[in-house]
């Protein structure tokens, strides 16, 4: 056991998919996983070990923002060998031409958290996804006919941002989309010498105004989930780094 997660060693696969909602954690177990056991219930942070197709696969709640992911992907890579992490999670988009319930596929990104200045000082690390589980991800949204775009998205610490002009500023310079983890992910994964992506719905839209349910976020986008356990399948997925 580790200090956040409850498992036993062995209790968690090396490919394990990252919703910030514990709920969504239990509803991706539940609906696409098969023998799915709970191996981690410590503060409501669900967590599960099952089979999709021939693959073991694992599914781990994380909570919101930099801190939270950041303790729940370091100790699944430290002290439980993970070795596949995608996040699976909302954001909002910030480009017109994108519309609601589009996927997207986070190449690299931006963010305005402390967090990486305090490892790096003055220089500006990017965060970056692992090209085969981005490659594969596309093309399989592709073949399923999955509206989805690839590109740089910002990682914020801030989810009620007064900052407008800020966001214009990224807005202009391509940014598809906000989110609060997939930087801190990115960066532990490298650290680790690991593989991660982050795989996103879109659930509101900065520019439209137009949003999703909280019920919705829970439990209705399966486009993305399925494009994750898709890449998880795919060949080479959990060979070392």
Do not use: W
Request: proline share 2%; aromatic share 8%; net charge negative.
């Amino acid at each position: 056991m580790s200090t956040h997660i409850g498992a036993q060693e062995g209790a968690i696969a090396q490919t394990v998919l990252l919703p910030g909602d514990p709920l969504r954690a239990r509803y991706i177990a539940e609906t696409f996983l098969e023998h799915a056991v709970l191996y981690n219930e410590v503060r409501g942070m669900y967590g599960y070990t099952g089979h999709y197709g021939n693959q073991r696969i694992s599914v781990q709640g994380t909570g919101m923002g930099v801190p939270s992911i950041s303790i729940y992907a370091h100790e699944l890579l430290a002290d439980y060998g993970a070795r596949t992490l995608i996040r699976v999670g909302s954001c909002g988009a910030m480009q017109e031409h994108i519309r609601i319930r589009d996927l997207i596929l986070a190449m690299s990104c931006s963010t305005d958290s402390a967090v990486n200045r305090g490892r790096f000082g003055a220089a500006d690390y990017a965060p970056t996804a692992d090209f085969a589980l981005l490659h594969g991800a596309y093309r399989s949204a592709q073949e399923r006919g999955y509206p989805v775009h690839v590109g740089n998205i910002l990682t914020s610490d801030v989810f009620y941002n007064d900052d407008a002009e800020s966001m214009k500023r990224l807005t202009a310079h391509g940014t598809l989309a906000v989110e609060m983890e997939s930087a801190a992910l990115y960066t532990l994964a490298a650290r680790f010498k690991a593989r991660a992506l982050a795989i996103l719905t879109v659930s509101d839209h900065l520019v439209s105004g137009e949003q999703t349910t909280a019920e919705e976020r829970q439990t209705s986008f399966n486009q993305m989930i399925e494009l994750a356990l898709d890449t998880a399948l795919a060949e080479n997925i959990n060979t070392p780094a």
